[in-house]
Protein backbone atom coordinates (compact mmCIF):
# COMPACT_ATOMS: atom_id res chain seq x y z
CA UNK A 1 0.00 0.00 0.00
CA UNK A 2 2.43 2.63 0.57
CA UNK A 3 3.62 2.46 -3.44
CA UNK A 4 0.14 3.75 -3.90
CA UNK A 5 0.54 7.88 -3.83
CA UNK A 6 4.20 7.14 -6.15
CA UNK A 7 1.58 5.21 -8.51
CA UNK A 8 -1.18 7.84 -8.42
CA UNK A 9 1.90 10.53 -8.85
CA UNK A 10 3.40 8.87 -11.62
CA UNK A 11 -0.04 8.11 -13.46
CA UNK A 12 -0.44 12.40 -13.11
CA UNK A 13 2.13 13.10 -14.36
CA UNK A 14 1.83 10.61 -17.36
CA UNK A 15 -1.19 12.81 -17.85
CA UNK A 16 -0.15 15.90 -17.59
CA UNK A 17 2.90 15.22 -20.63
CA UNK A 18 0.10 13.74 -22.82
CA UNK A 19 -2.15 16.59 -22.01
CA UNK A 20 1.15 19.10 -23.08
CA UNK A 21 1.68 17.00 -25.87
CA UNK A 22 -1.59 16.73 -27.29
CA UNK A 23 -2.03 20.65 -27.51
CA UNK A 24 1.78 21.08 -28.84
CA UNK A 25 0.24 19.25 -31.74
CA UNK A 26 -2.16 21.76 -33.68
CA UNK A 27 0.27 24.71 -33.18
CA UNK A 28 3.48 22.88 -35.00
CA UNK A 29 1.04 21.64 -37.36
CA UNK A 30 0.37 25.44 -38.98
CA UNK A 31 2.80 27.06 -41.26
CA UNK A 32 3.64 30.23 -42.50
CA UNK A 33 2.24 32.34 -45.08
CA UNK A 34 5.69 34.17 -45.47
CA UNK A 35 6.82 32.32 -48.29
CA UNK A 36 4.41 33.70 -50.75
CA UNK A 37 4.45 37.39 -52.08
CA UNK A 38 1.11 38.84 -50.84
CA UNK A 39 -0.58 41.13 -52.44
CA UNK A 40 1.90 40.93 -55.81
CA UNK A 41 -0.60 39.02 -58.07
CA UNK A 42 1.05 37.61 -61.11
CA UNK A 43 -1.07 35.63 -63.67
CA UNK A 44 -0.80 32.69 -65.61
CA UNK A 45 -2.48 31.85 -68.77
CA UNK A 46 -3.21 28.64 -71.08
CA UNK A 47 -1.78 26.26 -67.70
CA UNK A 48 -3.57 22.76 -67.85
CA UNK A 49 -5.05 21.27 -65.17
CA UNK A 50 -2.90 18.24 -64.09
CA UNK A 51 -4.51 17.64 -60.45
CA UNK A 52 -7.07 19.49 -58.39
CA UNK A 53 -6.03 18.10 -54.69
CA UNK A 54 -9.39 18.79 -52.34
CA UNK A 55 -8.06 18.00 -48.50
CA UNK A 56 -7.43 19.57 -45.55
CA UNK A 57 -5.92 22.05 -43.86
CA UNK A 58 -5.25 23.37 -47.74
CA UNK A 59 -5.91 22.68 -51.25
CA UNK A 60 -3.82 22.21 -54.28
CA UNK A 61 -3.95 22.95 -58.18
CA UNK A 62 -1.15 21.20 -59.64
CA UNK A 63 -0.97 22.63 -63.59
CA UNK A 64 1.43 22.32 -66.33
CA UNK A 65 2.03 25.86 -68.54
CA UNK A 66 3.04 25.69 -72.19
CA UNK A 67 6.53 24.92 -71.83
CA UNK A 68 5.11 21.82 -70.30
CA UNK A 69 6.78 22.83 -66.46
CA UNK A 70 4.98 21.92 -63.76
CA UNK A 71 3.50 24.46 -61.37
CA UNK A 72 2.10 24.20 -57.63
CA UNK A 73 -0.37 26.38 -55.89
CA UNK A 74 -1.77 25.92 -52.51
CA UNK A 75 -5.12 27.20 -51.58
CA UNK A 76 -7.71 27.91 -49.01
CA UNK A 77 -9.48 25.20 -46.90
CA UNK A 78 -12.24 23.10 -48.70
CA UNK A 79 -14.24 24.64 -45.99
CA UNK A 80 -13.60 28.51 -46.95
CA UNK A 81 -13.64 27.45 -50.43
CA UNK A 82 -17.15 25.63 -50.77
CA UNK A 83 -18.29 29.25 -49.45
CA UNK A 84 -17.16 30.71 -52.27
CA UNK A 85 -18.87 28.42 -54.76
CA UNK A 86 -16.09 25.92 -55.25
CA UNK A 87 -16.17 21.74 -55.01
CA UNK A 88 -13.85 18.88 -55.25
CA UNK A 89 -15.37 18.43 -58.99
CA UNK A 90 -14.24 22.35 -60.12
CA UNK A 91 -11.49 21.43 -62.05
CA UNK A 92 -10.95 18.61 -63.97
CA UNK A 93 -7.28 17.25 -65.26
CA UNK A 94 -6.73 18.54 -68.94
CA UNK A 95 -9.09 21.80 -68.70
CA UNK A 96 -6.66 24.57 -69.78
CA UNK A 97 -7.17 27.41 -67.12
CA UNK A 98 -5.98 31.23 -66.38
CA UNK A 99 -4.39 31.11 -62.80
CA UNK A 100 -4.06 34.59 -60.22
CA UNK A 101 -1.67 33.94 -57.66
CA UNK A 102 0.87 35.43 -54.99
CA UNK A 103 4.16 33.88 -56.39
CA UNK A 104 6.64 32.19 -53.93
CA UNK A 105 9.27 34.29 -52.83
CA UNK A 106 12.04 32.00 -53.50
CA UNK A 107 11.72 31.77 -56.97
CA UNK A 108 10.38 28.36 -57.96
CA UNK A 109 7.57 27.83 -59.76
CA UNK A 110 4.24 28.02 -57.24
CA UNK A 111 2.09 30.31 -55.35
CA UNK A 112 -0.63 30.84 -53.10
CA UNK A 113 -3.85 30.67 -55.36
CA UNK A 114 -5.93 33.85 -55.68
CA UNK A 115 -8.43 32.80 -58.84
CA UNK A 116 -9.06 30.35 -61.59
CA UNK A 117 -10.48 31.49 -64.90
CA UNK A 118 -11.93 28.69 -66.76
CA UNK A 119 -12.27 28.83 -70.77
CA UNK A 120 -15.76 29.58 -70.48
CA UNK A 121 -15.05 32.38 -68.59
CA UNK A 122 -16.77 30.94 -65.49
CA UNK A 123 -14.30 32.87 -62.61
CA UNK A 124 -13.59 30.98 -59.25
CA UNK A 125 -12.47 33.11 -56.78
CA UNK A 126 -9.88 32.58 -53.46
CA UNK A 127 -9.37 35.67 -52.08
CA UNK A 128 -11.59 38.99 -52.43
CA UNK A 129 -9.55 41.60 -54.92
CA UNK A 130 -8.09 44.45 -52.76
CA UNK A 131 -9.58 47.58 -53.33
Keep these: MKFLPIRRLAMAAG???????GMSVPGSAHHSTAMFDWGSESTLENMT?????????????YARDERDRRWSFEGMTP??????????RSLAPGEVITVGYFPL???R???FNVRVVKADGTELVQLPRSQ
Design 15 to 21: ASLAIVA
Design 49 to 61: VERWVWTNPHTFL
Design 79 to 88: NTLSRFGWSR
Design 105 to 107: RDG
Design 109 to 111: RGG
